[in-house]
Protein backbone atom coordinates (compact mmCIF):
# COMPACT_ATOMS: atom_id res chain seq x y z
CA UNK A 1 0.00 0.00 0.00
CA UNK A 2 3.11 2.04 -1.06
CA UNK A 3 3.66 4.23 -4.30
CA UNK A 4 6.81 3.28 -6.22
CA UNK A 5 8.37 5.90 -8.53
CA UNK A 6 11.72 5.88 -10.80
CA UNK A 7 13.13 7.16 -13.69
CA UNK A 8 16.16 6.43 -15.78
CA UNK A 9 16.50 8.74 -19.12
CA UNK A 10 18.52 11.81 -20.58
CA UNK A 11 16.48 14.44 -18.01
CA UNK A 12 16.89 15.33 -14.61
CA UNK A 13 15.37 12.66 -12.57
CA UNK A 14 14.55 14.93 -9.57
CA UNK A 15 10.78 16.63 -10.81
CA UNK A 16 9.92 13.36 -12.78
CA UNK A 17 9.76 11.39 -9.26
CA UNK A 18 8.53 14.10 -7.37
CA UNK A 19 5.73 14.80 -9.37
CA UNK A 20 5.02 10.79 -9.84
CA UNK A 21 4.86 11.02 -5.77
CA UNK A 22 2.80 13.65 -5.52
CA UNK A 23 0.12 11.23 -8.19
CA UNK A 24 0.58 8.19 -6.36
CA UNK A 25 0.40 9.84 -2.73
CA UNK A 26 -3.02 8.42 -2.40
CA UNK A 27 -1.41 5.07 -2.04
CA UNK A 28 0.45 6.55 1.24
CA UNK A 29 1.36 9.13 2.83
CA UNK A 30 2.93 8.47 6.36
CA UNK A 31 6.37 9.24 4.79
CA UNK A 32 8.49 9.79 1.54
CA UNK A 33 11.67 9.62 0.55
CA UNK A 34 14.11 9.50 -2.93
CA UNK A 35 17.42 7.95 -3.88
CA UNK A 36 19.25 9.88 -7.02
CA UNK A 37 22.88 8.70 -8.60
CA UNK A 38 24.48 12.30 -8.82
CA UNK A 39 26.31 13.61 -11.17
CA UNK A 40 29.55 12.42 -9.74
CA UNK A 41 28.23 8.86 -9.41
CA UNK A 42 27.12 9.43 -5.21
CA UNK A 43 24.07 8.32 -4.28
CA UNK A 44 22.16 10.77 -2.52
CA UNK A 45 19.37 9.66 -0.23
CA UNK A 46 16.57 12.00 1.27
CA UNK A 47 13.80 10.85 3.81
CA UNK A 48 11.45 12.68 5.71
CA UNK A 49 7.97 11.99 7.44
CA UNK A 50 4.64 13.12 6.44
CA UNK A 51 3.98 14.08 3.00
CA UNK A 52 5.62 15.00 -0.59
CA UNK A 53 5.62 18.15 0.58
CA UNK A 54 7.90 17.93 3.25
CA UNK A 55 9.95 16.01 1.34
CA UNK A 56 10.14 19.11 -1.36
CA UNK A 57 11.04 21.05 1.60
CA UNK A 58 13.68 18.82 2.73
CA UNK A 59 15.70 18.63 -0.44
CA UNK A 60 15.66 22.25 -1.07
CA UNK A 61 19.26 23.46 -1.49
CA UNK A 62 20.35 19.95 -1.73
CA UNK A 63 22.01 18.28 -4.25
CA UNK A 64 19.39 16.74 -6.61
CA UNK A 65 21.66 16.48 -9.63
CA UNK A 66 21.13 13.17 -11.77
CA UNK A 67 19.25 11.54 -14.46
CA UNK A 68 18.41 8.41 -12.77
CA UNK A 69 16.85 7.56 -9.51
CA UNK A 70 13.83 6.02 -7.49
CA UNK A 71 11.27 7.43 -5.03
CA UNK A 72 8.95 6.04 -2.59
CA UNK A 73 5.60 7.06 -0.51
CA UNK A 74 5.13 4.87 2.33
CA UNK A 75 2.15 3.74 4.06
CA UNK A 76 3.39 2.38 7.26
CA UNK A 77 3.28 -2.08 8.05
CA UNK A 78 6.66 -3.05 9.98
CA UNK A 79 7.81 0.47 11.70
CA UNK A 80 6.10 3.76 12.75
CA UNK A 81 6.19 6.42 10.02
CA UNK A 82 9.38 8.55 10.85
CA UNK A 83 12.66 9.45 8.35
CA UNK A 84 14.23 6.57 9.54
CA UNK A 85 11.49 3.61 8.69
CA UNK A 86 10.87 5.76 5.50
CA UNK A 87 12.31 4.55 1.67
CA UNK A 88 14.82 4.64 0.01
CA UNK A 89 16.86 1.86 2.15
CA UNK A 90 20.61 1.74 1.92
CA UNK A 91 22.47 -1.66 2.28
CA UNK A 92 25.37 -1.85 4.59
CA UNK A 93 27.72 -0.27 2.30
CA UNK A 94 25.94 2.52 1.02
CA UNK A 95 26.34 1.18 -2.68
CA UNK A 96 22.75 -0.33 -3.08
CA UNK A 97 19.45 1.90 -2.20
CA UNK A 98 16.04 -0.22 -2.16
CA UNK A 99 11.95 0.75 -2.48
CA UNK A 100 9.68 -1.59 -1.49
CA UNK A 101 5.83 -2.28 -1.70
CA UNK A 102 4.69 -5.09 0.64
CA UNK A 103 5.46 -7.77 3.23
CA UNK A 104 8.33 -9.82 3.65
CA UNK A 105 6.82 -12.44 5.66
CA UNK A 106 10.42 -14.45 6.62
CA UNK A 107 11.85 -11.10 7.16
CA UNK A 108 12.76 -12.01 10.84
CA UNK A 109 14.40 -15.19 10.08
CA UNK A 110 16.39 -13.31 7.25
CA UNK A 111 17.60 -10.34 9.93
CA UNK A 112 18.75 -12.49 12.17
CA UNK A 113 20.94 -14.84 9.82
CA UNK A 114 22.10 -11.34 8.19
CA UNK A 115 22.90 -9.86 12.06
CA UNK A 116 25.61 -12.54 12.52
CA UNK A 117 27.11 -12.46 9.33
CA UNK A 118 27.95 -8.72 10.22
CA UNK A 119 24.85 -6.38 9.13
CA UNK A 120 23.72 -3.55 10.85
CA UNK A 121 19.90 -2.37 10.95
CA UNK A 122 18.96 0.82 11.34
CA UNK A 123 14.98 0.71 10.73
CA UNK A 124 12.15 -1.53 12.04
CA UNK A 125 11.22 -2.02 8.51
CA UNK A 126 11.08 -5.81 6.70
CA UNK A 127 11.97 -3.34 3.37
CA UNK A 128 15.99 -3.15 5.32
CA UNK A 129 16.44 -6.74 5.36
CA UNK A 130 15.96 -7.11 1.69
CA UNK A 131 18.29 -4.75 0.59
CA UNK A 132 21.14 -5.84 3.01
CA UNK A 133 20.23 -9.80 1.63
CA UNK A 134 20.69 -8.31 -2.40
CA UNK A 135 24.05 -6.66 -0.79
CA UNK A 136 24.87 -10.01 0.86
CA UNK A 137 24.16 -12.62 -2.02
CA UNK A 138 25.76 -9.86 -4.74
CA UNK A 139 29.06 -9.86 -2.27
CA UNK A 140 29.32 -13.39 -1.80
CA UNK A 141 28.55 -14.72 -5.31
CA UNK A 142 30.43 -11.61 -7.00
CA UNK A 143 27.15 -11.27 -9.08
CA UNK A 144 25.46 -8.55 -11.58
CA UNK A 145 22.68 -6.39 -9.29
CA UNK A 146 20.09 -8.25 -11.67
CA UNK A 147 21.15 -11.60 -10.54
CA UNK A 148 21.75 -10.86 -7.18
CA UNK A 149 18.22 -9.29 -6.86
CA UNK A 150 16.74 -12.93 -8.53
CA UNK A 151 18.66 -14.76 -6.16
CA UNK A 152 17.85 -12.86 -3.09
CA UNK A 153 14.06 -13.05 -4.03
CA UNK A 154 14.23 -16.47 -4.18
CA UNK A 155 14.88 -16.80 -0.72
CA UNK A 156 12.11 -14.34 0.38
CA UNK A 157 8.11 -15.34 1.04
CA UNK A 158 6.01 -12.43 1.10
CA UNK A 159 4.76 -9.88 -1.18
CA UNK A 160 6.94 -7.14 -2.94
CA UNK A 161 7.30 -4.92 -5.70
CA UNK A 162 10.71 -3.17 -5.59
CA UNK A 163 13.22 -0.85 -6.94
CA UNK A 164 17.05 -0.61 -6.83
CA UNK A 165 19.79 0.95 -7.61
CA UNK A 166 23.41 0.02 -7.56
CA UNK A 167 25.71 3.40 -7.48
CA UNK A 168 28.77 1.22 -9.06
CA UNK A 169 26.25 0.70 -12.23
CA UNK A 170 24.54 4.18 -12.19
CA UNK A 171 23.18 3.39 -15.41
CA UNK A 172 20.48 0.55 -15.03
CA UNK A 173 17.31 0.10 -12.61
CA UNK A 174 15.82 -3.43 -11.44
CA UNK A 175 13.03 -4.00 -10.54
CA UNK A 176 10.76 -6.95 -9.56
CA UNK A 177 6.98 -8.11 -8.35
CA UNK A 178 5.15 -10.82 -6.91
CA UNK A 179 1.79 -10.08 -5.91
CA UNK A 180 2.24 -5.93 -5.80
CA UNK A 181 1.57 -3.95 -9.15
CA UNK A 182 4.68 -2.52 -10.43
CA UNK A 183 4.42 -1.72 -14.24
CA UNK A 184 7.12 0.35 -16.77
CA UNK A 185 7.07 3.30 -18.71
CA UNK A 186 8.90 3.13 -22.21
CA UNK A 187 9.83 6.58 -23.27
CA UNK A 188 10.72 6.98 -27.42
CA UNK A 189 13.74 5.18 -28.85
CA UNK A 190 13.95 3.47 -25.12
CA UNK A 191 15.84 7.27 -24.43
CA UNK A 192 14.28 6.72 -20.94
CA UNK A 193 11.96 4.84 -19.07
CA UNK A 194 9.46 5.20 -16.24
CA UNK A 195 8.50 3.08 -13.06
CA UNK A 196 5.42 2.96 -11.13
CA UNK A 197 3.25 1.03 -8.85
CA UNK A 198 0.22 2.31 -11.54
CA UNK A 199 -0.20 4.00 -14.64
CA UNK A 200 -0.66 7.20 -13.60
CA UNK A 201 2.74 8.93 -12.45
CA UNK A 202 3.57 7.93 -16.18
CA UNK A 203 0.83 8.98 -18.50
CA UNK A 204 1.92 12.36 -18.63
CA UNK A 205 5.30 11.00 -20.32
CA UNK A 206 4.46 7.93 -22.63
CA UNK A 207 1.19 5.70 -23.24
CA UNK A 208 3.32 2.62 -23.53
CA UNK A 209 2.87 0.24 -20.73
CA UNK A 210 5.20 -2.74 -19.54
CA UNK A 211 2.79 -4.60 -16.87
CA UNK A 212 5.46 -7.14 -15.21
CA UNK A 213 3.72 -10.43 -14.14
CA UNK A 214 4.43 -11.94 -10.91
CA UNK A 215 7.62 -13.28 -10.06
CA UNK A 216 9.08 -11.89 -12.77
CA UNK A 217 12.46 -9.77 -12.75
CA UNK A 218 13.12 -6.22 -15.32
CA UNK A 219 16.38 -5.21 -16.07
CA UNK A 220 15.85 -1.85 -16.66
CA UNK A 221 19.38 -0.37 -18.73
CA UNK A 222 19.84 3.22 -20.40
CA UNK A 223 19.32 3.24 -24.29
CA UNK A 224 18.86 -0.41 -24.06
CA UNK A 225 15.95 -3.11 -24.36
CA UNK A 226 14.31 -4.22 -21.59
CA UNK A 227 15.09 -7.55 -20.08
CA UNK A 228 12.79 -9.70 -18.16
CA UNK A 229 13.47 -12.69 -16.25
CA UNK A 230 11.42 -15.92 -14.73
CA UNK A 231 12.11 -15.54 -10.72
CA UNK A 232 12.04 -19.34 -10.90
CA UNK A 233 14.42 -20.56 -13.91
CA UNK A 234 15.80 -17.30 -14.71
CA UNK A 235 14.95 -17.55 -18.22
CA UNK A 236 14.60 -14.60 -20.14
CA UNK A 237 11.12 -13.95 -21.56
CA UNK A 238 11.08 -13.60 -25.56
CA UNK A 239 8.73 -10.22 -25.77
CA UNK A 240 7.05 -8.97 -22.87
CA UNK A 241 3.90 -7.47 -24.00
CA UNK A 242 4.18 -3.86 -24.23
CA UNK A 243 0.24 -1.68 -23.72
CA UNK A 244 -1.00 1.47 -24.82
CA UNK A 245 -2.57 3.13 -22.13
CA UNK A 246 -4.79 6.52 -22.77
CA UNK A 247 -5.87 8.29 -19.34
CA UNK A 248 -7.41 11.80 -19.53
CA UNK A 249 -4.59 13.79 -17.53
CA UNK A 250 -7.67 16.67 -16.75
CA UNK A 251 -9.09 13.68 -14.64
CA UNK A 252 -6.23 13.74 -12.29
CA UNK A 253 -6.86 17.47 -11.41
CA UNK A 254 -9.26 18.78 -9.01
CA UNK A 255 -10.97 21.17 -11.46
CA UNK A 256 -11.74 23.81 -9.18
CA UNK A 257 -13.10 21.12 -6.75
CA UNK A 258 -11.63 21.96 -2.89
CA UNK A 259 -10.99 18.30 -2.92
CA UNK A 260 -10.96 14.90 -5.43
CA UNK A 261 -13.84 13.37 -3.66
CA UNK A 262 -16.17 16.02 -4.20
CA UNK A 263 -14.82 15.98 -7.35
CA UNK A 264 -15.84 12.52 -7.82
CA UNK A 265 -18.97 12.73 -6.13
CA UNK A 266 -20.19 15.61 -9.19
CA UNK A 267 -19.12 13.04 -11.58
CA UNK A 268 -20.94 10.63 -10.94
CA UNK A 269 -23.45 11.57 -13.72
CA UNK A 270 -21.14 11.22 -16.04
CA UNK A 271 -19.17 8.40 -14.96
CA UNK A 272 -22.05 6.14 -14.32
CA UNK A 273 -23.10 7.48 -17.89
CA UNK A 274 -19.54 6.30 -19.18
CA UNK A 275 -19.85 2.88 -17.62
CA UNK A 276 -23.17 2.57 -19.53
CA UNK A 277 -22.25 3.70 -22.72
CA UNK A 278 -22.15 0.89 -25.88
CA UNK A 279 -23.77 -1.29 -23.71
CA UNK A 280 -26.84 0.11 -22.40
CA UNK A 281 -28.78 0.76 -25.93
CA UNK A 282 -32.00 2.72 -25.30
CA UNK A 283 -32.99 2.46 -28.25
CA UNK A 284 -32.89 -0.83 -28.92
CA UNK A 285 -33.77 -1.25 -25.71
CA UNK A 286 -31.03 -4.52 -25.62
CA UNK A 287 -27.94 -4.77 -22.88
CA UNK A 288 -25.19 -6.05 -24.63
CA UNK A 289 -22.03 -7.40 -22.47
CA UNK A 290 -19.35 -9.04 -24.61
CA UNK A 291 -18.43 -11.42 -21.28
CA UNK A 292 -21.89 -12.81 -21.77
CA UNK A 293 -21.63 -13.69 -25.30
CA UNK A 294 -18.51 -15.13 -24.81
CA UNK A 295 -19.19 -17.11 -22.12
CA UNK A 296 -22.87 -17.92 -22.41
CA UNK A 297 -23.10 -20.89 -21.53
CA UNK A 298 -21.28 -21.27 -18.45
CA UNK A 299 -23.10 -18.06 -17.05
CA UNK A 300 -26.93 -19.02 -17.99
CA UNK A 301 -25.97 -22.57 -17.11
CA UNK A 302 -24.39 -21.58 -13.65
CA UNK A 303 -25.64 -23.07 -10.36
CA UNK A 304 -24.18 -20.74 -8.44
CA UNK A 305 -22.43 -17.05 -8.01
CA UNK A 306 -19.56 -16.45 -5.66
CA UNK A 307 -18.83 -12.87 -4.94
CA UNK A 308 -15.08 -12.06 -3.32
CA UNK A 309 -14.72 -8.23 -2.69
CA UNK A 310 -13.12 -6.02 0.34
CA UNK A 311 -14.66 -3.12 1.78
CA UNK A 312 -17.07 -0.25 -0.46
CA UNK A 313 -16.86 -3.36 -3.56
CA UNK A 314 -17.92 -5.65 -0.67
CA UNK A 315 -20.90 -3.54 -0.16
CA UNK A 316 -21.52 -3.42 -4.05
CA UNK A 317 -21.53 -7.15 -3.62
CA UNK A 318 -24.01 -7.36 -1.70
CA UNK A 319 -26.44 -5.14 -3.62
CA UNK A 320 -25.15 -7.76 -7.18
CA UNK A 321 -26.40 -10.50 -4.56
CA UNK A 322 -29.88 -9.26 -4.46
CA UNK A 323 -30.06 -8.08 -8.51
CA UNK A 324 -28.43 -11.57 -9.53
CA UNK A 325 -30.95 -13.74 -7.11
CA UNK A 326 -34.18 -11.80 -8.20
CA UNK A 327 -33.80 -11.72 -12.17
CA UNK A 328 -31.54 -14.48 -12.96
CA UNK A 329 -33.01 -17.14 -9.82
CA UNK A 330 -29.44 -18.57 -9.11
CA UNK A 331 -28.35 -18.61 -5.77
CA UNK A 332 -25.33 -15.84 -5.02
CA UNK A 333 -22.75 -15.66 -2.11
CA UNK A 334 -20.89 -12.62 -0.91
CA UNK A 335 -17.99 -13.25 0.98
CA UNK A 336 -15.08 -10.99 2.38
CA UNK A 337 -12.22 -12.13 0.35
CA UNK A 338 -9.81 -12.08 3.31
CA UNK A 339 -11.92 -15.28 5.05
CA UNK A 340 -12.53 -16.64 1.68
CA UNK A 341 -9.13 -17.55 0.56
CA UNK A 342 -8.35 -19.03 4.48
CA UNK A 343 -11.93 -21.79 4.80
CA UNK A 344 -11.19 -23.89 2.28
CA UNK A 345 -14.40 -23.23 0.27
CA UNK A 346 -16.37 -25.31 -1.58
CA UNK A 347 -15.56 -24.39 -4.94
CA UNK A 348 -17.53 -26.53 -7.85
CA UNK A 349 -17.07 -26.23 -11.95
CA UNK A 350 -20.42 -24.81 -12.24
CA UNK A 351 -19.85 -22.15 -10.16
CA UNK A 352 -18.93 -18.60 -11.30
CA UNK A 353 -16.64 -16.28 -8.79
CA UNK A 354 -16.68 -12.85 -9.46
CA UNK A 355 -14.28 -10.65 -8.09
CA UNK A 356 -15.07 -6.71 -7.44
CA UNK A 357 -12.14 -4.18 -6.76
CA UNK A 358 -11.77 -1.01 -8.13
CA UNK A 359 -7.75 -0.83 -8.37
CA UNK A 360 -7.58 -4.13 -9.59
CA UNK A 361 -5.21 -4.93 -7.26
CA UNK A 362 -6.43 -5.62 -3.75
CA UNK A 363 -4.75 -8.56 -2.07
CA UNK A 364 -6.71 -10.49 -0.47
CA UNK A 365 -9.62 -10.76 -3.61
CA UNK A 366 -6.47 -11.23 -5.72
CA UNK A 367 -5.84 -13.97 -3.92
CA UNK A 368 -9.32 -15.17 -3.22
CA UNK A 369 -9.82 -15.55 -7.41
CA UNK A 370 -6.37 -17.32 -8.13
CA UNK A 371 -8.22 -20.16 -5.41
CA UNK A 372 -10.93 -19.82 -7.51
CA UNK A 373 -8.90 -20.78 -10.52
CA UNK A 374 -7.14 -23.36 -9.17
CA UNK A 375 -10.19 -25.16 -8.46
CA UNK A 376 -11.65 -24.89 -12.01
CA UNK A 377 -14.44 -21.77 -11.39
CA UNK A 378 -15.13 -19.11 -14.03
CA UNK A 379 -13.28 -16.33 -12.98
CA UNK A 380 -15.18 -12.89 -13.79
CA UNK A 381 -13.72 -9.26 -12.62
CA UNK A 382 -15.56 -6.09 -12.70
CA UNK A 383 -12.44 -3.91 -11.93
CA UNK A 384 -11.75 -0.12 -13.02
CA UNK A 385 -8.31 -0.17 -13.46
CA UNK A 386 -7.28 -1.27 -17.17
CA UNK A 387 -4.67 -3.80 -16.85
CA UNK A 388 -4.39 -4.63 -13.22
CA UNK A 389 -3.49 -7.82 -11.95
CA UNK A 390 -7.25 -9.18 -11.49
CA UNK A 391 -7.57 -7.48 -14.93
CA UNK A 392 -5.54 -10.04 -15.84
CA UNK A 393 -6.19 -12.65 -13.82
CA UNK A 394 -9.76 -12.74 -14.78
CA UNK A 395 -11.03 -15.57 -17.74
CA UNK A 396 -13.80 -12.47 -18.50
CA UNK A 397 -15.25 -9.46 -17.26
CA UNK A 398 -16.19 -6.44 -17.29
CA UNK A 399 -14.84 -2.88 -16.39
CA UNK A 400 -16.69 -0.15 -14.71
CA UNK A 401 -14.65 2.27 -17.09
CA UNK A 402 -14.87 5.58 -14.20
CA UNK A 403 -12.30 7.10 -14.62
CA UNK A 404 -9.18 7.53 -12.24
CA UNK A 405 -10.32 7.94 -8.57
CA UNK A 406 -7.71 9.64 -6.78
CA UNK A 407 -9.98 10.24 -3.09
CA UNK A 408 -9.21 7.40 -0.56
CA UNK A 409 -12.70 7.25 -0.18
CA UNK A 410 -14.59 5.46 -2.98
CA UNK A 411 -17.28 7.16 -4.25
CA UNK A 412 -17.77 7.21 -8.39
CA UNK A 413 -16.41 3.74 -7.80
CA UNK A 414 -18.98 2.22 -5.95
CA UNK A 415 -21.67 3.25 -8.27
CA UNK A 416 -19.80 2.15 -11.20
CA UNK A 417 -19.90 -1.22 -10.01
CA UNK A 418 -23.46 -1.48 -8.55
CA UNK A 419 -23.92 -0.20 -12.56
CA UNK A 420 -22.17 -3.07 -13.91
CA UNK A 421 -23.70 -5.48 -11.68
CA UNK A 422 -27.42 -4.30 -12.85
CA UNK A 423 -26.23 -4.61 -16.44
CA UNK A 424 -24.84 -8.06 -15.82
CA UNK A 425 -27.83 -9.32 -13.68
CA UNK A 426 -30.37 -7.67 -16.26
CA UNK A 427 -28.57 -9.32 -19.62
CA UNK A 428 -27.95 -12.80 -17.88
CA UNK A 429 -31.61 -12.99 -17.04
CA UNK A 430 -32.62 -12.01 -20.48
CA UNK A 431 -30.35 -14.64 -21.89
CA UNK A 432 -32.05 -17.31 -19.40
CA UNK A 433 -35.72 -16.13 -19.78
CA UNK A 434 -36.29 -15.56 -16.00
CA UNK A 435 -37.17 -11.76 -16.57
CA UNK A 436 -40.37 -10.51 -18.66
CA UNK A 437 -39.97 -8.40 -21.36
CA UNK A 438 -41.52 -5.57 -19.90
CA UNK A 439 -39.31 -5.72 -16.68
CA UNK A 440 -36.58 -6.04 -18.89
CA UNK A 441 -37.98 -2.87 -21.20
CA UNK A 442 -38.60 -0.65 -17.59
CA UNK A 443 -35.42 -0.85 -16.31
CA UNK A 444 -33.29 -0.19 -19.62
CA UNK A 445 -35.79 3.13 -19.53
CA UNK A 446 -34.82 3.67 -15.96
CA UNK A 447 -31.13 3.09 -15.86
CA UNK A 448 -30.68 5.56 -18.70
CA UNK A 449 -32.16 8.15 -16.66
CA UNK A 450 -30.50 7.42 -13.23
CA UNK A 451 -27.33 10.08 -14.26
CA UNK A 452 -29.99 12.98 -14.86
CA UNK A 453 -31.45 12.15 -11.35
CA UNK A 454 -28.43 11.97 -9.97
CA UNK A 455 -28.15 15.78 -10.89
CA UNK A 456 -31.19 16.63 -9.05
CA UNK A 457 -29.59 15.14 -6.19
CA UNK A 458 -26.45 17.21 -6.09
CA UNK A 459 -28.32 20.30 -6.41
CA UNK A 460 -29.01 19.97 -2.57
CA UNK A 461 -25.17 19.71 -1.92
CA UNK A 462 -25.93 22.95 -0.38
CA UNK A 463 -29.01 21.80 2.08
CA UNK A 464 -27.11 18.45 2.39
CA UNK A 465 -24.15 20.74 3.83
CA UNK A 466 -26.06 22.05 6.32
CA UNK A 467 -27.62 19.10 7.93
CA UNK A 468 -24.18 17.13 7.93
CA UNK A 469 -23.05 19.62 9.96
CA UNK A 470 -25.51 18.88 13.12
CA UNK A 471 -23.54 15.40 12.94
CA UNK A 472 -20.08 16.91 13.67
CA UNK A 473 -20.56 16.64 17.07
CA UNK A 474 -21.03 12.84 17.24
CA UNK A 475 -19.12 10.23 18.88
CA UNK A 476 -21.17 7.41 17.38
CA UNK A 477 -23.83 7.40 14.42
CA UNK A 478 -26.10 4.81 13.48
CA UNK A 479 -27.32 4.03 9.51
CA UNK A 480 -30.55 1.81 8.77
CA UNK A 481 -31.73 0.45 5.33
CA UNK A 482 -33.96 -2.41 4.46
CA UNK A 483 -33.47 -4.67 1.07
CA UNK A 484 -31.30 -3.10 -1.33
CA UNK A 485 -30.99 0.18 1.34
CA UNK A 486 -29.09 -2.16 3.66
CA UNK A 487 -25.96 -2.42 2.14
CA UNK A 488 -26.24 1.69 1.05
CA UNK A 489 -26.56 1.78 4.85
CA UNK A 490 -23.21 0.27 5.49
CA UNK A 491 -21.69 2.37 2.84
CA UNK A 492 -22.89 5.43 4.14
CA UNK A 493 -21.65 4.19 7.56
CA UNK A 494 -17.93 3.40 6.39
CA UNK A 495 -17.87 6.63 4.72
CA UNK A 496 -18.37 8.61 7.52
CA UNK A 497 -15.66 6.10 9.56
CA UNK A 498 -13.20 6.45 6.56
CA UNK A 499 -12.92 10.45 6.51
CA UNK A 500 -14.29 11.84 9.49
CA UNK A 501 -13.61 9.03 12.26
CA UNK A 502 -16.59 9.53 13.94
CA UNK A 503 -17.73 5.44 14.76
CA UNK A 504 -20.56 4.56 12.54
CA UNK A 505 -22.45 1.16 11.94
CA UNK A 506 -25.05 0.20 9.13
CA UNK A 507 -27.43 -2.54 10.30
CA UNK A 508 -30.53 -3.58 8.46
CA UNK A 509 -33.23 -1.70 10.73
CA UNK A 510 -35.29 -4.53 11.25
CA UNK A 511 -32.35 -6.40 13.48
CA UNK A 512 -32.40 -2.61 15.48
CA UNK A 513 -34.47 -4.60 18.16
CA UNK A 514 -31.65 -7.25 18.44
CA UNK A 515 -29.29 -5.10 20.04
CA UNK A 516 -27.92 -1.56 18.64
CA UNK A 517 -31.17 -0.04 19.80
CA UNK A 518 -29.47 -0.41 23.54
CA UNK A 519 -27.54 2.53 22.59
CA UNK A 520 -29.86 5.19 21.20
CA UNK A 521 -30.64 8.52 23.55
CA UNK A 522 -30.92 12.12 22.77
CA UNK A 523 -26.72 12.05 21.75
CA UNK A 524 -26.94 9.33 18.93
CA UNK A 525 -27.98 10.10 15.40
CA UNK A 526 -29.76 8.13 13.94
CA UNK A 527 -29.77 8.18 9.38
CA UNK A 528 -32.14 6.14 7.94
CA UNK A 529 -32.66 5.27 4.06
CA UNK A 530 -36.50 5.11 4.11
CA UNK A 531 -37.49 5.40 -0.04
CA UNK A 532 -40.64 4.25 -1.04
CA UNK A 533 -40.60 0.35 -1.67
CA UNK A 534 -41.71 -3.05 -0.38
CA UNK A 535 -40.39 -2.27 3.16
CA UNK A 536 -41.22 1.33 3.45
CA UNK A 537 -44.25 0.71 6.54
CA UNK A 538 -41.99 -1.48 8.41
CA UNK A 539 -39.05 0.97 8.25
CA UNK A 540 -41.44 3.80 9.82
CA UNK A 541 -42.25 1.45 12.43
CA UNK A 542 -38.43 0.94 12.87
CA UNK A 543 -37.98 4.96 12.86
CA UNK A 544 -40.93 5.00 15.32
CA UNK A 545 -38.61 2.97 17.86
CA UNK A 546 -35.85 5.25 17.63
CA UNK A 547 -38.26 8.35 18.46
CA UNK A 548 -39.55 6.85 21.32
CA UNK A 549 -36.22 6.39 23.02
CA UNK A 550 -35.21 10.04 21.75
CA UNK A 551 -32.80 9.68 18.79
CA UNK A 552 -32.19 12.16 16.27
CA UNK A 553 -33.34 11.15 12.64
CA UNK A 554 -31.93 12.24 9.44
CA UNK A 555 -33.94 10.17 6.62
CA UNK A 556 -32.88 9.85 2.78
CA UNK A 557 -36.74 9.42 1.56
CA UNK A 558 -38.46 9.49 -1.93
CA UNK A 559 -38.99 13.16 -3.42
CA UNK A 560 -43.00 13.94 -1.83
CA UNK A 561 -42.80 11.86 0.88
CA UNK A 562 -45.32 12.59 3.62
CA UNK A 563 -44.91 10.20 6.32
CA UNK A 564 -41.24 9.98 7.41
CA UNK A 565 -41.29 14.22 6.74
CA UNK A 566 -43.25 14.39 10.00
CA UNK A 567 -40.90 12.05 12.39
CA UNK A 568 -37.38 13.23 11.21
CA UNK A 569 -35.71 16.21 12.37
CA UNK A 570 -33.85 16.57 8.61
CA UNK A 571 -34.50 14.71 5.46
CA UNK A 572 -33.26 14.36 2.51
CA UNK A 573 -35.34 14.12 -1.15
CA UNK A 574 -33.98 11.84 -4.11
CA UNK A 575 -36.20 11.28 -7.30
CA UNK A 576 -38.23 7.82 -7.39
CA UNK A 577 -36.98 4.89 -9.25
CA UNK A 578 -37.31 1.40 -9.52
CA UNK A 579 -36.78 -0.52 -6.27
CA UNK A 580 -33.69 -2.19 -7.68
CA UNK A 581 -32.10 0.65 -9.02
CA UNK A 582 -32.38 3.07 -5.64
CA UNK A 583 -29.11 2.31 -4.48
CA UNK A 584 -27.52 4.49 -7.22
CA UNK A 585 -29.75 7.53 -5.99
CA UNK A 586 -29.79 6.68 -2.00
CA UNK A 587 -25.57 6.57 -1.94
CA UNK A 588 -25.26 10.14 -2.91
CA UNK A 589 -26.39 11.85 -0.07
CA UNK A 590 -24.93 9.60 2.81
CA UNK A 591 -21.74 10.46 0.64
CA UNK A 592 -22.29 14.26 0.58
CA UNK A 593 -22.83 13.88 4.58
CA UNK A 594 -19.55 12.09 4.98
CA UNK A 595 -17.48 14.47 2.70
CA UNK A 596 -18.80 17.95 4.63
CA UNK A 597 -18.40 16.54 8.01
CA UNK A 598 -15.04 16.07 7.11
CA UNK A 599 -14.63 19.34 6.04
CA UNK A 600 -16.11 21.08 8.75
CA UNK A 601 -13.93 19.25 11.60
CA UNK A 602 -11.05 19.94 9.15
CA UNK A 603 -9.86 16.49 8.15
CA UNK A 604 -7.97 15.58 5.48
CA UNK A 605 -10.98 14.21 3.22
CA UNK A 606 -8.83 13.14 0.27
CA UNK A 607 -6.57 10.95 2.43
CA UNK A 608 -7.68 10.26 5.53
CA UNK A 609 -5.30 8.59 8.53
CA UNK A 610 -4.01 5.20 8.41
CA UNK A 611 -6.01 4.80 4.94
CA UNK A 612 -4.65 3.87 1.66
CA UNK A 613 -6.39 4.12 -1.38
CA UNK A 614 -4.99 0.51 -3.44
CA UNK A 615 -4.72 -2.47 -0.47
CA UNK A 616 -2.02 -4.58 -1.81
CA UNK A 617 -0.71 -6.46 1.18
CA UNK A 618 -2.91 -9.06 3.47
Same mark, same amino acid.
Given at each position: ?????G????R???????????R????????A????? $?????M??Y???????N???? @????????????A??R?? @?H?E???????P????????A????????????????? &????Y??????????L????EF?????????????L????????????????????????CA?????L???????????????????????????L????????VI?????I?V?????????????????????????????????????????????D???G???TS???????????????????????I?A???S?????????M???F???P?????????????P???????????????E??D???A????????A?????????????????????????G?E??????????????????????????K?T?S???????????????????????? $??Q?????? &???????????????????????A?????????H?????????????I??????????????H????????????E???? $????????T??D????????????I?????????????????????????VK?L????P? $?????????
Open positions: MCGIVYIGTEAFPILISGLKLEYRGYDSGIALI $NEADEMVKEKGKVSLEER @TLHHDTSGTIGIHTWA @TGPSSVNAHHLSESGRLLVHNGIIENYANIKEYL &TGKGHFKSSTDTEVVQLIVQQRFHLDLGLAVYALRRVVGAYAIAVLDREHPDEIIRKSSPVVGIGENKSEFFLASDALPIVGYTKHIYLNDEEVARRGEDTKNLANSQDLVSPNIHDVDIDLDKLEKGGFPHYMLKEIFEQPRSISCMRRLLEHQIVLSAIKLHREQLVNAGRFIVCGTWHAGLIGKQIEQCKVVEVEYASEFRYRNVIRPDDIVIAISQSGTATLAFNLAKANGLCFGIVNSVGSSIARASDTGIYIHVPIGVASTKAFTGQVTVLTLFALALSHEGIAEDYRTHIEELARIPMKIEEILKQ $NDIRDIAR &TLTYARNTLYMGRGMNYPVALEGLKLKEISYIAEGYPAAEMKHGPALVDENMPVVFVATHRLYKKIISNIQVIAR $NGRIIAVVEGTDVKQLASFVIEPETLETLVPLLSVIPLQLIAYHVAVGNVDQR $NLAKSVTVE
